[in-house]
């Protein structure tokens, strides 16, 4: 299910120039319509938050991965910017009820076992975007319209949802309990270091493709490498976060996080060529690889709020960051450059660094 959440987003991340192209919207333009997402996102907040509890996870996650797949169709069939603007409202909606749903599943799972995996539920997750990009890049390339090239993602994610679905654990409880819970101050302040670190990756999956398009100057042919790179050590460095965590500590794993996200960008910003901002790409994917499932992880084990309701307390500070850069980075380079507004994203990874040094954690 982390595979299927992943394909989606990655399959509409990875033609996000496409439609920008079709629709004739500049970036500043195409910066105010993702706000729509971050929108989206605000208004699932309480409803996801509550009903999680009051049917469980796994009807939750079965309901809104399917809806989540039948958003991405529409995006592809937008006629208009409106059209956009509303689709994208619920894209934001139900990925949101996906993103808390399957992450609540993960943390049962990692409890079951007892040992620390469910970085390696997002490393499936982030393999999904790898594997996205590497699907988008194909359709790209053989003039499959994004209507077409949806559809085929529609299906695979409706006859997978059934095949997984009954291995779903069935978390539902009585007590629904209030609609909106504050979160403590543990819980705030792991969502704001999920924040900074989220609004790199989410930037990294609008933006990245149109910055080696336009900055880096890429050919056409490798325009979407910068993307895959990302992807690639993102996957990569989810797989190998459990166990450094398990040695490091949670506290000096985000430190390094934080240090890497911003290096890579830095070098992407000050050698604007394609090896060098290449490698900086390959830097921010490591950095932004384990701060998320470890923040999530740690949400999971809070001993005031039941862990559906942690990880949605948790999800609602940082998942905004996810939803609320792409758009800043449209508006910042619509007033000045695109390269300025990525001087942005290396001060959010270099706040993970800040923030996780000076929080007790």
């Known amino acids: 299910m982390f595979f299927m959440a992943g394909l989606c987003f990655a399959s509409w991340a990875s033609r996000i120039a496409t439609i920008q192209q079709n629709l004739g919207l500049s970036d500043a333009a195409l910066g105010g319509v993702l706000f729509a997402l971050p929108v989206g996102l605000m208004c699932s907040l309480p409803f996801s938050g509550w009903i999680i509890t009051k049917i469980g996870s796994r009807k939750l996650l079965i309901s809104a991965i399917t809806l989540y797949s039948l958003a991405l169709v529409t995006l592809g069939l937008a006629q208009n910017t409106f059209q956009l603007i509303i689709c994208l409202l619920v894209f934001g ?9 399957v992450n609540t599943q993960a943390v049962a799972v990692e ?40 559809s085929i993602v529609l ?13 779903l654990k069935d978390d539902k409880v ?13 819980l705030i302040k792991l969502g704001i270091i999920a924040f900074c670190s989220m609004i790199c990756e989410g930037a990294m999956f609008d933006w990245s493709v ?27 460095g989810r797989f190998i976060a459990d166990s450094f965590a398990h040695r490091f ?21 000050l050698f604007p060529q394609l090896y060098t901002a290449l490698l900086g790409f390959l830097l921010v994917g490591f950095g932004v690889s384990s701060v998320v499932p470890l923040v999530y992880s740690a949400a999971g084990k809070s001993k005031t709020m039941a862990p559906g309701v942690a990880i949605a307390a948790v999800s609602t500070i940082s998942f905004m960051g996810f939803l609320i850069g792409p758009p800043v980075i449209g508006f910042i380079a ?26 007790k954690i």
């Open 111 to 150: 409890k079951a076992y007892k040992k620390p995996i469910l970085a390696s539920f997002h490393g499936l997750w982030s393999l999904a975007g790898f594997t996205g990009a590497g699907i988008g890049t194909i359709m790209i390339a053989n003039h499959v319209i994004p209507p077409y090239h949806f």
């Open 210 to 236: 149109i910055y080696f398009k336009k900055v880096v100057l890429a050919p056409v042919a490798l325009v979407g490498l910068g993307y895959t790179a990302f992807m690639f050590t993102m996957a990569t």
């Open 93 to 101: 909606f139900t990925s949101n009820a996906v993103n808390i749903s």
């Open 334 to 359: 619509g007033l000045a450059t695109l390269k300025a507004s990525f001087i942005l994203i290396a001060a959010m990874g270099l706040s993970v660094f800040v923030l996780s040094t000076k929080a």
């Open 174 to 186: 009585a007590d629904a309990g209030p609609v909106f819970v504050m979160p403590d101050n543990s």
């Open 155 to 167: 299906s695979i994610i409706l006859i997978v949802t059934i095949i997984t679905s009954k291995y």
């Open 249 to 269: 500590g949670l506290k000096r794993t985000l430190q390094v996080s934080g240090l890497l996200t911003a290096t890579g960008l830095t070098i992407a910003v």
